[in-house]
Antibody, heavy 121, light 108 residues
């Protein structure tokens, strides 16, 4: 059974750095082609892709967010850590992690439940 | 930047067919994925690689794709199909992941 779960703060202040952890089970991030991505959704708005990391440590992130994003993996713990610097109120939303199952499948087949992050002073 | 365009809303009566489009340049160069999201729930994958349906997804959901437009079709719409639907693909030049703006399917 494949599961993913996001964890981290529910409230961050403007200018602070957000750090979220995706803990997963039922698959390995050492398997070739597998990836874990982060996607967010502001209240009442559309999904927005943020970042993706693969088993070979290849990484990509949304160009619209510049160099604010970092994504790393800890395969021994089955975790992916995501950070976003210089948080602002517009970054408020639900943050999801999701699995990309193989090289040719550039989509997400399993999603975490999401975690709501509010940016406010 | 690469963009995928969806209608903001589609409305159909129960039993009818709902068609949701997703438009983007050279869309046929990359696979398209479709997700269903109900209120306060995480998205679930309903179509992958343009036309494939994950196990557990009813066969009334189908997908197709052409040069610039992908289509999600829901045949014999049921009340439980009322949800937001998002298409997703990748920019073939950069491999960045892109989501469409979402379509709210209303069952009248």
């Amino acid at each position: 059974q494949i599961t993913l779960k996001e964890s981290g703060p529910t409230l961050v202040k403007p200018t602070q750095t957000l750090t979220l952890t995706c803990s997963f089970s039922g698959f390995s991030l050492t398997t070739g082609g597998v990836g874990v991505g982060w996607i967010r959704q502001p209240p009442g708005k559309a999904l927005e892709w943020l970042a993706l990391i693969h088993s070979n440590d290849d990484k990509s992130s949304s160009p619209s967010l510049g160099n604010r994003l970092t994504i790393t993996k800890d395969t021994s713990k089955n975790q992916v850590v995501f950070t976003m610097t210089n948080m602002a109120p517009v970054d408020t939303g639900t943050y999801y992690c999701a699995r990309k199952p193989n090289t040719m499948f550039v989509g997400f087949d399993y999603w975490g439940q999401g975690t709501l992050v509010t940016v406010s002073s | 930047s690469y963009e995928l365009t969806q209608p903001s809303s589609v409305s159909v009566s129960p039993g009818q067919t709902a068609t949701i489009t997703c438009s983007g340049d050279s869309l046929s160069d990359q696979f398209v994925f479709w997700y269903q999201q109900k209120p306060d729930q995480a998205p679930i994958l309903v179509i992958y690689k343009d036309t494939e349906r994950p196990s557990g997804i009813p066969d009334r959901f189908s997908g197709s794709s052409s040069e610039t437009t992908a289509v999600l079709t829901v045949s014999g719409v049921q009340a439980e199909d009322e949800a937001d639907y998002y298409c997703q693909s990748t920019d073939s030049r950069t491999t960045y992941v892109v989501f469409g703006g979402g379509t709210k399917l209303t069952v009248l």
